[in-house]
Protein backbone atom coordinates (compact mmCIF):
# COMPACT_ATOMS: atom_id res chain seq x y z
CA UNK A 1 0.00 0.00 0.00
CA UNK A 2 2.88 2.34 1.25
CA UNK A 3 4.43 1.88 -2.47
CA UNK A 4 1.01 2.30 -4.29
CA UNK A 5 1.25 5.71 -2.22
CA UNK A 6 4.34 6.78 -3.20
CA UNK A 7 3.39 6.31 -7.06
CA UNK A 8 0.46 8.34 -6.11
CA UNK A 9 2.34 11.31 -5.01
CA UNK A 10 4.74 11.30 -8.47
CA UNK A 11 1.40 11.23 -10.25
CA UNK A 12 0.44 14.22 -8.49
CA UNK A 13 3.61 15.91 -8.84
CA UNK A 14 3.23 15.56 -12.66
CA UNK A 15 -0.96 16.35 -12.91
CA UNK A 16 0.32 19.56 -11.56
CA UNK A 17 1.66 20.42 -14.57
CA UNK A 18 -1.41 20.47 -16.07
CA UNK A 19 -2.53 23.27 -14.77
CA UNK A 20 -0.11 25.45 -17.08
CA UNK A 21 -2.89 25.45 -19.95
CA UNK A 22 -5.14 27.07 -17.62
CA UNK A 23 -2.46 29.41 -16.50
CA UNK A 24 -1.47 30.74 -19.33
CA UNK A 25 -5.12 31.04 -20.66
CA UNK A 26 -6.02 32.99 -18.09
CA UNK A 27 -2.85 35.49 -18.53
CA UNK A 28 -4.27 35.83 -21.97
CA UNK A 29 -7.69 36.39 -21.06
CA UNK A 30 -7.16 38.28 -17.86
CA UNK A 31 -9.76 36.40 -16.40
CA UNK A 32 -8.52 37.13 -12.50
CA UNK A 33 -8.07 33.71 -11.92
CA UNK A 34 -4.23 33.68 -12.96
CA UNK A 35 -3.37 33.42 -8.73
CA UNK A 36 -6.14 30.86 -7.70
CA UNK A 37 -4.48 28.54 -11.20
CA UNK A 38 -1.11 29.02 -9.52
CA UNK A 39 -2.39 28.41 -5.87
CA UNK A 40 -3.84 25.06 -7.32
CA UNK A 41 -1.24 23.72 -8.86
CA UNK A 42 0.82 24.27 -6.14
CA UNK A 43 -1.48 22.98 -3.74
CA UNK A 44 -1.14 19.38 -6.30
CA UNK A 45 2.16 19.67 -6.34
CA UNK A 46 2.67 19.86 -2.45
CA UNK A 47 0.30 17.29 -2.13
CA UNK A 48 2.36 14.89 -4.20
CA UNK A 49 5.70 16.16 -2.99
CA UNK A 50 4.70 14.99 1.17
CA UNK A 51 3.31 11.64 -0.58
CA UNK A 52 6.54 11.07 -2.03
CA UNK A 53 8.76 11.88 0.87
CA UNK A 54 6.51 10.42 3.28
CA UNK A 55 6.80 7.00 1.35
CA UNK A 56 10.08 7.14 0.19
CA UNK A 57 11.36 3.94 1.64
CA UNK A 58 8.97 2.04 0.70
CA UNK A 59 9.65 3.15 -3.49
CA UNK A 60 9.78 -0.67 -5.38
CA UNK A 61 8.83 -2.14 -8.23
CA UNK A 62 4.87 -2.24 -8.53
CA UNK A 63 3.20 -6.03 -8.52
CA UNK A 64 0.49 -6.68 -11.17
CA UNK A 65 -2.29 -6.39 -7.88
CA UNK A 66 -0.89 -2.55 -6.97
CA UNK A 67 -1.92 -1.57 -10.58
CA UNK A 68 -5.47 -2.31 -9.71
CA UNK A 69 -5.35 -0.39 -6.68
CA UNK A 70 -3.20 2.81 -7.87
CA UNK A 71 -5.59 3.57 -11.11
CA UNK A 72 -8.53 3.66 -8.66
CA UNK A 73 -7.07 5.35 -6.36
CA UNK A 74 -5.41 7.80 -8.78
CA UNK A 75 -8.37 8.66 -10.94
CA UNK A 76 -10.01 9.41 -7.17
CA UNK A 77 -7.41 11.54 -5.83
CA UNK A 78 -6.81 13.59 -9.57
CA UNK A 79 -10.98 14.07 -10.20
CA UNK A 80 -10.54 15.41 -5.90
CA UNK A 81 -7.63 17.56 -6.35
CA UNK A 82 -9.27 18.99 -10.04
CA UNK A 83 -12.08 20.48 -7.90
CA UNK A 84 -10.02 22.79 -6.48
CA UNK A 85 -10.28 25.75 -9.48
CA UNK A 86 -14.16 25.58 -9.50
CA UNK A 87 -14.12 25.50 -5.64
CA UNK A 88 -12.29 29.35 -6.30
CA UNK A 89 -14.23 30.32 -9.77
CA UNK A 90 -17.21 29.11 -8.74
CA UNK A 91 -18.78 30.75 -5.31
CA UNK A 92 -21.42 28.35 -4.35
CA UNK A 93 -20.71 25.57 -5.86
CA UNK A 94 -20.42 22.40 -3.41
CA UNK A 95 -17.89 19.75 -3.53
CA UNK A 96 -19.87 17.49 -4.67
CA UNK A 97 -21.13 19.10 -7.87
CA UNK A 98 -17.61 20.06 -8.68
CA UNK A 99 -16.29 16.60 -8.00
CA UNK A 100 -18.85 15.17 -10.29
CA UNK A 101 -18.05 17.97 -12.99
CA UNK A 102 -14.40 16.78 -12.72
CA UNK A 103 -14.37 13.44 -12.83
CA UNK A 104 -16.74 13.50 -15.70
CA UNK A 105 -14.06 15.35 -17.31
CA UNK A 106 -11.53 13.10 -16.90
CA UNK A 107 -13.85 10.03 -17.49
CA UNK A 108 -14.82 11.73 -20.89
CA UNK A 109 -18.49 11.59 -19.68
CA UNK A 110 -19.29 15.67 -20.69
CA UNK A 111 -22.40 14.90 -18.33
CA UNK A 112 -22.37 18.56 -16.57
CA UNK A 113 -24.03 20.54 -13.52
CA UNK A 114 -23.07 23.65 -14.43
CA UNK A 115 -24.74 26.55 -16.32
CA UNK A 116 -24.16 29.55 -17.72
CA UNK A 117 -20.78 28.17 -19.69
CA UNK A 118 -21.56 31.02 -22.02
CA UNK A 119 -19.90 33.70 -19.63
CA UNK A 120 -17.86 31.57 -17.53
CA UNK A 121 -14.22 32.65 -17.17
CA UNK A 122 -11.86 31.25 -20.15
CA UNK A 123 -8.93 29.68 -17.97
CA UNK A 124 -12.49 27.97 -16.04
CA UNK A 125 -13.69 26.87 -19.10
CA UNK A 126 -10.22 25.33 -20.59
CA UNK A 127 -9.72 23.25 -17.72
CA UNK A 128 -13.09 21.39 -18.07
CA UNK A 129 -11.84 20.53 -21.65
CA UNK A 130 -8.43 19.71 -20.84
CA UNK A 131 -9.66 17.30 -18.21
CA UNK A 132 -11.57 16.15 -21.19
CA UNK A 133 -8.32 15.73 -22.62
CA UNK A 134 -6.20 14.32 -20.63
CA UNK A 135 -8.30 11.71 -19.55
CA UNK A 136 -9.68 10.71 -23.20
CA UNK A 137 -6.22 8.69 -23.71
CA UNK A 138 -5.73 7.84 -19.73
CA UNK A 139 -4.06 10.08 -17.40
CA UNK A 140 -2.31 6.82 -16.52
CA UNK A 141 -1.03 6.03 -19.95
CA UNK A 142 0.15 9.61 -19.99
CA UNK A 143 2.35 8.22 -16.82
CA UNK A 144 3.23 5.41 -18.21
CA UNK A 145 4.85 7.80 -21.06
CA UNK A 146 7.02 9.18 -18.45
CA UNK A 147 7.58 6.35 -16.03
CA UNK A 148 10.78 5.96 -16.36
CA UNK A 149 11.48 9.46 -14.84
CA UNK A 150 9.60 7.50 -11.58
CA UNK A 151 12.07 4.46 -12.09
CA UNK A 152 8.93 1.81 -11.76
CA UNK A 153 7.37 -0.62 -13.94
CA UNK A 154 4.38 0.81 -16.67
CA UNK A 155 2.79 -2.85 -17.49
CA UNK A 156 0.68 -3.13 -14.50
CA UNK A 157 -0.45 0.33 -14.81
CA UNK A 158 -0.96 0.25 -18.91
CA UNK A 159 -2.84 -3.37 -18.29
CA UNK A 160 -5.30 -2.21 -15.26
CA UNK A 161 -6.24 1.26 -17.13
CA UNK A 162 -6.56 0.73 -21.22
CA UNK A 163 -9.81 0.01 -22.13
CA UNK A 164 -10.97 -3.62 -23.91
CA UNK A 165 -10.52 -6.97 -23.37
CA UNK A 166 -7.13 -7.07 -25.51
CA UNK A 167 -4.58 -5.48 -23.02
CA UNK A 168 -1.22 -7.71 -24.09
CA UNK A 169 -0.98 -5.87 -27.45
CA UNK A 170 1.97 -3.64 -27.93
CA UNK A 171 3.31 -1.11 -30.92
CA UNK A 172 5.95 -0.78 -29.89
CA UNK A 173 8.74 -3.70 -27.97
CA UNK A 174 8.71 -1.32 -24.85
CA UNK A 175 5.73 -0.19 -23.28
CA UNK A 176 6.38 3.31 -22.77
CA UNK A 177 7.59 3.68 -26.22
CA UNK A 178 4.15 2.35 -26.53
CA UNK A 179 2.16 4.85 -24.64
CA UNK A 180 4.16 8.12 -26.24
CA UNK A 181 3.03 6.58 -29.78
CA UNK A 182 -0.50 7.06 -28.26
CA UNK A 183 -0.59 10.21 -27.29
CA UNK A 184 2.04 11.28 -30.23
CA UNK A 185 -1.06 10.22 -32.77
CA UNK A 186 -3.61 11.49 -30.24
CA UNK A 187 -1.91 14.76 -29.99
CA UNK A 188 -1.35 15.70 -34.23
CA UNK A 189 -5.12 14.29 -34.88
CA UNK A 190 -6.33 17.17 -31.99
CA UNK A 191 -4.41 19.72 -34.01
CA UNK A 192 -5.74 18.59 -37.14
CA UNK A 193 -9.46 18.85 -35.52
CA UNK A 194 -8.61 22.43 -34.03
CA UNK A 195 -7.50 23.48 -37.77
CA UNK A 196 -10.44 21.94 -39.14
CA UNK A 197 -12.61 23.81 -36.58
CA UNK A 198 -11.78 26.83 -37.29
CA UNK A 199 -11.78 26.56 -40.77
CA UNK A 200 -15.51 25.76 -40.60
CA UNK A 201 -16.45 28.76 -38.85
CA UNK A 202 -15.17 28.53 -34.87
CA UNK A 203 -12.57 30.86 -33.41
CA UNK A 204 -9.52 29.39 -31.73
CA UNK A 205 -10.68 29.06 -28.18
CA UNK A 206 -13.82 27.31 -29.22
CA UNK A 207 -11.88 25.15 -32.05
CA UNK A 208 -9.65 24.27 -29.08
CA UNK A 209 -11.82 24.14 -26.45
CA UNK A 210 -13.62 21.56 -28.56
CA UNK A 211 -11.51 19.42 -30.41
CA UNK A 212 -10.09 18.42 -26.83
CA UNK A 213 -13.85 17.29 -26.07
CA UNK A 214 -14.07 15.68 -29.70
CA UNK A 215 -10.45 13.50 -29.70
CA UNK A 216 -11.87 12.83 -26.02
CA UNK A 217 -15.16 12.19 -26.98
CA UNK A 218 -15.73 13.83 -23.86
CA UNK A 219 -18.60 16.17 -24.54
CA UNK A 220 -18.22 18.99 -22.79
CA UNK A 221 -18.86 22.57 -24.45
CA UNK A 222 -18.37 25.89 -24.39
CA UNK A 223 -22.21 27.03 -24.35
CA UNK A 224 -24.88 25.37 -22.32
CA UNK A 225 -26.54 24.81 -25.79
CA UNK A 226 -23.71 22.67 -26.99
CA UNK A 227 -22.82 22.72 -30.85
CA UNK A 228 -26.38 24.21 -31.04
CA UNK A 229 -25.09 27.31 -30.47
CA UNK A 230 -23.54 27.40 -33.19
CA UNK A 231 -25.87 25.90 -36.04
CA UNK A 232 -23.35 25.14 -38.62
CA UNK A 233 -23.31 22.48 -40.78
CA UNK A 234 -20.06 22.61 -41.35
CA UNK A 235 -18.74 22.14 -38.11
CA UNK A 236 -21.31 19.44 -37.29
CA UNK A 237 -19.91 17.64 -40.54
CA UNK A 238 -16.24 18.53 -38.89
CA UNK A 239 -16.90 16.84 -35.73
CA UNK A 240 -18.68 14.14 -36.65
CA UNK A 241 -15.60 12.97 -38.78
CA UNK A 242 -13.19 13.17 -36.04
CA UNK A 243 -16.10 11.70 -33.20
CA UNK A 244 -15.95 8.52 -35.53
CA UNK A 245 -12.15 8.82 -35.81
CA UNK A 246 -11.71 8.97 -31.86
CA UNK A 247 -14.34 6.30 -32.00
CA UNK A 248 -11.54 3.43 -33.59
CA UNK A 249 -9.23 1.81 -32.16
CA UNK A 250 -5.69 4.72 -32.13
CA UNK A 251 -3.69 1.39 -32.80
CA UNK A 252 -4.97 1.87 -36.26
CA UNK A 253 -4.07 5.60 -36.37
CA UNK A 254 -0.65 5.07 -35.62
CA UNK A 255 -0.11 1.89 -37.55
CA UNK A 256 -1.45 3.72 -40.64
CA UNK A 257 0.81 6.49 -40.07
CA UNK A 258 3.81 4.53 -39.51
CA UNK A 259 2.93 2.96 -42.77
CA UNK A 260 1.93 6.04 -44.77
CA UNK A 261 -1.25 4.05 -45.51
CA UNK A 262 -5.15 4.02 -45.01
CA UNK A 263 -4.43 0.03 -46.23
CA UNK A 264 -5.06 -1.32 -42.19
CA UNK A 265 -8.12 0.54 -41.94
CA UNK A 266 -9.35 -2.24 -44.33
CA UNK A 267 -8.77 -4.96 -41.91
CA UNK A 268 -10.28 -3.45 -38.97
CA UNK A 269 -13.78 -5.75 -38.45
CA UNK A 270 -14.41 -3.34 -35.54
CA UNK A 271 -14.46 0.38 -37.57
CA UNK A 272 -16.26 -1.66 -40.34
CA UNK A 273 -19.08 -3.25 -37.82
CA UNK A 274 -19.33 0.42 -35.99
CA UNK A 275 -19.27 2.45 -39.03
CA UNK A 276 -22.23 0.05 -40.58
CA UNK A 277 -24.48 0.49 -37.86
CA UNK A 278 -23.89 3.93 -36.84
CA UNK A 279 -25.04 4.54 -41.33
CA UNK A 280 -27.78 2.34 -41.09
CA UNK A 281 -29.44 3.35 -37.91
CA UNK A 282 -28.86 7.11 -38.98
CA UNK A 283 -31.15 6.85 -42.14
CA UNK A 284 -33.14 4.39 -40.33
CA UNK A 285 -33.90 6.86 -37.34
CA UNK A 286 -34.12 9.65 -39.55
CA UNK A 287 -36.43 8.25 -41.77
CA UNK A 288 -38.67 7.48 -38.31
CA UNK A 289 -38.65 10.92 -37.25
CA UNK A 290 -39.21 12.42 -40.21
CA UNK A 291 -42.32 10.53 -40.97
CA UNK A 292 -43.45 10.73 -37.29
CA UNK A 293 -43.55 14.31 -38.29
CA UNK A 294 -40.72 16.37 -36.45
CA UNK A 295 -39.23 17.91 -38.60
CA UNK A 296 -40.90 19.04 -42.49
CA UNK A 297 -38.09 17.74 -44.68
CA UNK A 298 -36.11 13.98 -44.82
CA UNK A 299 -32.90 15.89 -45.07
CA UNK A 300 -33.18 18.22 -42.24
CA UNK A 301 -34.05 14.94 -40.24
CA UNK A 302 -30.92 13.05 -41.37
CA UNK A 303 -28.66 16.50 -40.34
CA UNK A 304 -30.12 16.39 -37.12
CA UNK A 305 -30.05 12.56 -36.50
CA UNK A 306 -26.37 12.53 -37.77
CA UNK A 307 -24.79 14.63 -35.73
CA UNK A 308 -26.69 13.42 -32.50
CA UNK A 309 -26.54 9.68 -33.20
CA UNK A 310 -22.91 9.83 -33.97
CA UNK A 311 -22.35 11.90 -30.68
CA UNK A 312 -23.97 9.42 -27.80
CA UNK A 313 -23.88 6.18 -29.75
CA UNK A 314 -19.57 6.82 -30.03
CA UNK A 315 -19.83 8.11 -26.17
CA UNK A 316 -18.92 12.00 -26.95
CA UNK A 317 -22.07 13.65 -25.45
CA UNK A 318 -22.38 16.66 -27.96
CA UNK A 319 -26.00 17.92 -28.96
CA UNK A 320 -27.37 19.66 -31.40
CA UNK A 321 -31.27 19.18 -30.31
CA UNK A 322 -33.20 18.04 -28.09
CA UNK A 323 -33.55 14.17 -29.40
CA UNK A 324 -35.38 13.69 -25.54
CA UNK A 325 -38.16 15.52 -27.17
CA UNK A 326 -38.37 12.86 -29.91
CA UNK A 327 -40.55 9.86 -29.98
CA UNK A 328 -39.41 7.64 -27.77
CA UNK A 329 -38.20 5.45 -30.44
CA UNK A 330 -35.66 7.46 -31.16
CA UNK A 331 -33.69 8.56 -28.15
CA UNK A 332 -33.95 4.76 -27.02
CA UNK A 333 -32.58 3.20 -29.98
CA UNK A 334 -29.72 6.13 -29.72
CA UNK A 335 -28.60 5.69 -26.12
CA UNK A 336 -29.05 1.59 -26.88
CA UNK A 337 -25.65 2.09 -29.67
CA UNK A 338 -23.94 4.24 -26.75
CA UNK A 339 -23.27 0.88 -25.23
CA UNK A 340 -21.10 -0.58 -27.80
CA UNK A 341 -20.40 1.45 -30.83
CA UNK A 342 -17.24 2.50 -29.66
CA UNK A 343 -13.84 0.54 -30.79
CA UNK A 344 -11.31 -1.13 -28.06
CA UNK A 345 -8.25 1.10 -27.75
CA UNK A 346 -10.45 4.27 -28.39
CA UNK A 347 -11.37 7.05 -26.10
CA UNK A 348 -15.03 5.44 -26.22
CA UNK A 349 -16.60 3.74 -23.55
CA UNK A 350 -19.70 1.37 -23.09
CA UNK A 351 -19.10 -2.82 -23.86
CA UNK A 352 -16.74 -2.13 -26.94
CA UNK A 353 -17.62 -2.92 -30.47
CA UNK A 354 -14.63 -6.39 -29.80
CA UNK A 355 -16.87 -7.88 -27.26
CA UNK A 356 -20.60 -7.32 -28.88
CA UNK A 357 -18.90 -9.10 -31.81
CA UNK A 358 -17.56 -12.25 -29.61
CA UNK A 359 -21.46 -12.34 -27.92
CA UNK A 360 -22.53 -12.58 -31.24
CA UNK A 361 -20.13 -15.16 -32.36
CA UNK A 362 -20.72 -17.04 -29.48
CA UNK A 363 -24.27 -17.15 -29.77
CA UNK A 364 -23.64 -18.52 -33.05
CA UNK A 365 -20.77 -20.92 -32.05
CA UNK A 366 -24.01 -22.69 -29.42
CA UNK A 367 -26.70 -22.45 -32.18
CA UNK A 368 -24.10 -24.26 -34.25
CA UNK A 369 -22.99 -27.16 -31.48
CA UNK A 370 -26.71 -27.82 -30.74
CA UNK A 371 -27.31 -28.93 -34.22
CA UNK A 372 -23.13 -30.29 -34.46
CA UNK A 373 -22.49 -30.89 -30.72
CA UNK A 374 -19.31 -32.84 -31.55
CA UNK A 375 -18.19 -30.23 -33.51
CA UNK A 376 -14.62 -28.24 -32.87
CA UNK A 377 -15.96 -24.54 -33.91
CA UNK A 378 -13.72 -21.48 -32.47
CA UNK A 379 -14.48 -18.21 -32.00
CA UNK A 380 -12.80 -15.80 -34.93
CA UNK A 381 -13.15 -12.30 -35.46
CA UNK A 382 -11.87 -10.81 -38.56
CA UNK A 383 -10.11 -14.45 -39.52
CA UNK A 384 -8.25 -14.50 -35.79
CA UNK A 385 -8.85 -17.14 -33.78
CA UNK A 386 -10.05 -15.95 -30.07
CA UNK A 387 -9.07 -17.70 -27.48
CA UNK A 388 -11.78 -19.21 -24.96
CA UNK A 389 -10.33 -17.28 -21.62
CA UNK A 390 -11.44 -14.02 -23.73
CA UNK A 391 -14.63 -15.41 -24.69
CA UNK A 392 -15.14 -16.21 -20.78
CA UNK A 393 -13.52 -12.87 -19.95
CA UNK A 394 -16.43 -11.13 -21.90
CA UNK A 395 -19.29 -12.85 -21.10
CA UNK A 396 -17.93 -12.32 -17.50
CA UNK A 397 -17.68 -8.58 -18.16
CA UNK A 398 -20.65 -8.56 -19.38
CA UNK A 399 -22.70 -9.84 -16.61
CA UNK A 400 -20.78 -7.24 -14.66
CA UNK A 401 -21.84 -4.42 -16.66
CA UNK A 402 -25.47 -5.36 -16.87
CA UNK A 403 -25.24 -6.59 -13.31
CA UNK A 404 -23.74 -2.91 -12.51
CA UNK A 405 -26.78 -0.94 -14.68
CA UNK A 406 -29.28 -2.62 -12.84
CA UNK A 407 -27.83 -2.26 -8.95
CA UNK A 408 -27.28 1.80 -9.56
CA UNK A 409 -30.74 1.90 -11.63
CA UNK A 410 -32.56 0.58 -8.32
CA UNK A 411 -30.42 3.13 -6.43
CA UNK A 412 -31.76 5.91 -7.97
CA UNK A 413 -34.83 4.60 -8.33
CA UNK A 414 -34.96 4.39 -4.51
CA UNK A 415 -33.82 7.75 -4.00
CA UNK A 416 -36.81 8.66 -5.73
CA UNK A 417 -35.95 9.28 -9.13
CA UNK A 418 -38.09 8.55 -11.65
CA UNK A 419 -37.57 5.45 -13.91
CA UNK A 420 -36.52 6.96 -17.39
CA UNK A 421 -34.63 9.44 -15.69
CA UNK A 422 -32.96 6.95 -13.43
CA UNK A 423 -32.31 4.47 -16.26
CA UNK A 424 -30.57 6.99 -18.43
CA UNK A 425 -28.78 8.68 -16.32
CA UNK A 426 -26.59 5.21 -15.36
CA UNK A 427 -26.09 4.25 -18.89
CA UNK A 428 -25.09 7.48 -20.05
CA UNK A 429 -22.54 7.73 -16.77
CA UNK A 430 -21.54 4.31 -16.91
CA UNK A 431 -20.74 4.21 -21.15
CA UNK A 432 -18.92 7.71 -20.54
CA UNK A 433 -21.68 9.08 -23.07
CA UNK A 434 -23.06 12.29 -21.17
CA UNK A 435 -26.62 13.51 -21.51
CA UNK A 436 -29.62 10.95 -20.33
CA UNK A 437 -33.48 10.83 -20.90
CA UNK A 438 -35.77 12.89 -18.43
CA UNK A 439 -34.68 15.42 -16.41
CA UNK A 440 -30.92 14.58 -17.26
CA UNK A 441 -31.88 14.61 -21.31
CA UNK A 442 -30.20 17.03 -23.64
CA UNK A 443 -31.80 19.78 -22.94
CA UNK A 444 -31.09 20.18 -19.22
CA UNK A 445 -28.37 18.60 -17.38
CA UNK A 446 -27.41 16.84 -14.24
CA UNK A 447 -28.05 19.66 -11.85
CA UNK A 448 -31.46 18.51 -10.73
CA UNK A 449 -30.28 15.81 -9.18
CA UNK A 450 -29.68 15.36 -5.66
CA UNK A 451 -26.30 15.12 -3.79
CA UNK A 452 -27.04 11.41 -3.37
CA UNK A 453 -28.34 10.58 -7.32
CA UNK A 454 -25.19 12.95 -7.87
CA UNK A 455 -22.99 10.74 -6.09
CA UNK A 456 -24.19 7.33 -7.54
CA UNK A 457 -23.67 8.70 -10.82
CA UNK A 458 -19.99 9.89 -10.52
CA UNK A 459 -19.10 5.81 -9.16
CA UNK A 460 -20.89 5.37 -12.62
CA UNK A 461 -18.88 7.16 -14.39
CA UNK A 462 -15.78 6.17 -12.66
CA UNK A 463 -16.57 2.51 -13.38
CA UNK A 464 -17.64 2.64 -16.84
CA UNK A 465 -14.11 4.33 -17.19
CA UNK A 466 -11.96 1.40 -15.43
CA UNK A 467 -13.84 -0.97 -17.40
CA UNK A 468 -15.61 -2.35 -14.04
CA UNK A 469 -13.26 -5.52 -13.61
CA UNK A 470 -10.25 -2.79 -12.48
CA UNK A 471 -12.54 -1.29 -9.65
CA UNK A 472 -14.53 -4.68 -8.86
CA UNK A 473 -11.68 -6.39 -7.77
CA UNK A 474 -10.58 -4.40 -5.07
CA UNK A 475 -13.70 -5.68 -3.09
CA UNK A 476 -12.71 -9.36 -3.74
CA UNK A 477 -10.93 -10.92 -0.11
CA UNK A 478 -8.16 -13.09 -3.01
CA UNK A 479 -7.19 -9.04 -3.46
CA UNK A 480 -6.26 -8.85 -0.63
CA UNK A 481 -4.84 -11.74 0.34
CA UNK A 482 -0.45 -11.54 0.56
Not at 66 to 81: E, K, Y
Not at 203 to 218: E, K, Q, S
Not at 366 to 378: K, M, R, Y
Request: glycine share 8%.
Amino acid sequence: MLAVLNVLGSMLMLFSVTYLMPIVTSLIYSDGLFVDFVYAALGCLAAGAGLVLATRTHRRELRSRDGFLLVTLGWILMSAIATVPLLIGLPGLTFTDAFFETMSGLSTTGATVLTGLDTMAPSLNLWRHALNWYGGMGIIVLVVAILPLLGVGGMQLYKAETPGPVKDEKLTPRITQTARALWFVYFLITLACIVSLRLAGMNWFDAICHAFATLALGGFSTYDASVGHFDSPAIEFVLIVFMLISAMNFARHFIAWQQKSLRTYATDVEARAMLTIIGISTAGVALYIWLQGVYPSFWTALRHTAFNLVSIATDCGFVSQDFGAWPMFAPMVILMLSCYCANTGSTGGGIKMFRTLVLFRQAQRELFLLVHPAAVTPVKIGGQVVANKIVFAVLAFVVLYFGTVVTLTFMLLASGLDFISSFSAVIACINNAGPGLGIVGPASNYQGLTDFQTWVCSLAMLLGRLEIFSMLVLFTPTFWRK
